[in-house]
């Protein structure tokens, strides 16, 4: 079962690159990457919201609402932010570059993340073999940077 999950989220790792080209795309089209990013949203936003009609999902409540922790609000920030990087940074270091860089970054904060058991999260301790994958990332956005 886990294989099945890496595989679905190699697949879905896949989808960042076709992500940063057409928002690159729509923000030539536009003449403006934040527009174009706000667009990203707006499109993604309503595919979201077909899929909560297609499977019945019910809105939520206001205690549910009020349930969400503080933190989680930033969520849509984080996002709306990496998708406003990838317009701006894609055409200027190449889709390659700057996926590589950025996967180094989620690395890096992951690796923490898991390893202290901040955002609520199981704590995973950070292994050798974790640190050595996380340098090996390193010494791969070196080699991309460079070759």
């Known amino acids: 079962m886990q294989l099945l999950l890496v595989?679905?989220?190699v697949l879905a790792g896949a989808l960042l690159p076709i992500q940063a080209g057409?928002?690159?795309q729509?923000?030539?089209a536009l003449?403006?990457?934040t527009q174009?990013?706000?667009f990203n949203f707006l499109i993604g936003s309503i595919a979201l919201g077909a899929v909560?009609?297609?499977?019945?999902?019910?809105?939520p409540t206001s205690g549910r609402l009020a349930a969400i922790p503080w933190p989680a609000y930033f969520g849509g920030v984080i996002g709306a932010a990496f998708v406003?990087?990838?317009v701006f940074l894609s055409p200027r270091l190449g889709v390659l570059l700057f996926l590589a860089a950025a996967i180094l970054g989620q690395m890096i904060a992951s690796i923490c993340i898991d390893h202290f058991g901040?955002?609520?999260l199981d704590a995973r301790i950070a292994t050798p073999g974790k640190i050595i994958g996380v340098a090996l990332v390193l010494v791969g956005v070196g080699c991309v940077t460079r070759f």
């Not at 909560?52 to 019910?58: F, K, Q, S």
């Open 7 to 9: 595989v679905v989220a």
């Open 22 to 24: 057409v928002n690159t």
């Open 26 to 28: 729509a923000a030539k």
């Open 31 to 33: 003449q403006s990457g």
């Open 36 to 38: 174009a990013s706000l």
């Open 52 to 59: 909560c009609v297609a499977l019945r999902t019910p809105l």
């Open 84 to 86: 406003a990087a990838a």
């Open 118 to 120: 901040w955002l609520g």
